[in-house]
Each structure stands twice: as structure tokens, then as C-alpha cells.
């Protein structure tokens, strides 16, 4: 098991961790109708690891990068992709 967990990069378990968290968070501030929490988690979970794979900010110093993960970017496009979904009316 630990070899196969060796081949996966770290970012591909953190950033949906990330995107679970800003996703459930944004529904708990903003949101109306429960149907709408599991669009908002996947939502984010895909908007923060599409920001960490494209690679826009390099990781920096603890407490705003995890490993290779730069949380704050990573958070930061999923807040941006869920406020749009909220303008857009979903």
C-alpha cells in the first residue's frame, strides 16, 4: 500500500481536502438550499486542484504552502470559482 501512496503526489490528496473545506465553508456563510452543497463541494474540490496543477504560484513558507501545496492559492480559486457559481444563480 505504501508504494502505491508513493506514486500519487502529495497535492492530488491535499488540494481536495482544500476544496472540501473552503466548499463547506462557503455553504455554511452563503448558502440556501441544501441541493446546493454538493455542487458547491465539488466545485471547489475541482477549482483548487486545477489552481495547484497548473502551477500559477509556487510554494512557499509554512503556514501558506503545505509541501508543494500553496494553500492560500489553492483556497483562493475556490472561493473565486464559488462566488461565480453564486452570482450565476446556482
Known sequence: MSDVLGLIPVWLIITPLIGV???ALFFFIVGRRASSLPLY??????????VQASGLVEPGEPP???G?????????GAWLSL????????
Open 68 to 76: 508543494d501545496v500553496q494553500l492560500v492559492a489553492a483556497s483562493l
Open 64 to 66: 501558506f504552502s503545505l
Open 41 to 50: 463541494l465539488l466545485l471547489a474540490v475541482a477549482a483548487a486542484s486545477l
Open 21 to 23: 473545506v473552503n466548499g
Open 83 to 90: 462566488m461565480i457559481a453564486r452570482l450565476l444563480g446556482r
